[in-house]
């Protein structure tokens, strides 16, 4: 069955850390760009960052840069989302996905939701005190 299945989220309080997870199963994931996007209650879906499948650069939503990182390990078909300094405006669901995009580069982190390809059930991240 080919799926993502996130893990790690949970409940944090304020400043403090979370690291996510994402599986893949059922195939594998090569070289595609990867992206994490998030839901809260209310609002729209939001690009939080993005993996390309060829040099690894990265790209971070603004309100994350400086304090998420993610990472991709292509032997494991795993992707992780360190996230530092966590406050209540970062509570949501979060999602990993593979993005199809023309080349292997990440697409733009406000439009992400026009190349989402596969993504899984969500992680629900809360942080509160």
């Known amino acids: 069955q080919v799926q993502l299945v996130e893990s790690g989220g949970g409940l944090v309080q304020p400043g403090g850390s979370l690291r996510l997870s994402c599986a893949a199963s059922?195939?594998?994931?090569?070289?595609?760009?990867l992206g994490w996007f998030r839901q809260a209650p209310g609002k729209e879906r939001e690009g939080v960052s993005c993996?390309?499948?060829?040099?690894?650069?990265?790209d971070y939503g603004d309100s994350v840069k400086g304090r998420f990182t993610i990472s991709r390990d292509n032997v494991k078909n795993t992707m992780y989302l360190q996230m530092n300094s966590l406050n209540v405006e970062v509570t949501a669901v979060y999602y990993c996905?593979?993005?199809?995009?023309?080349?292997?580069?990440?697409?733009?982190?406000?439009?992400?939701?026009?190349?989402?390809?596969?993504w899984g059930q969500g992680t629900l991240v809360t942080v509160s005190a």
């Open positions: 996905a593979t993005l199809k995009t023309d080349g292997l580069a990440c697409p733009r982190l406000e439009r992400i939701s026009e190349y989402l390809e596969l």
């Open positions: 059922g195939f594998t994931w090569d070289y595609y760009p």
């Open positions: 993996i390309s499948g060829s040099d690894g650069r990265t």
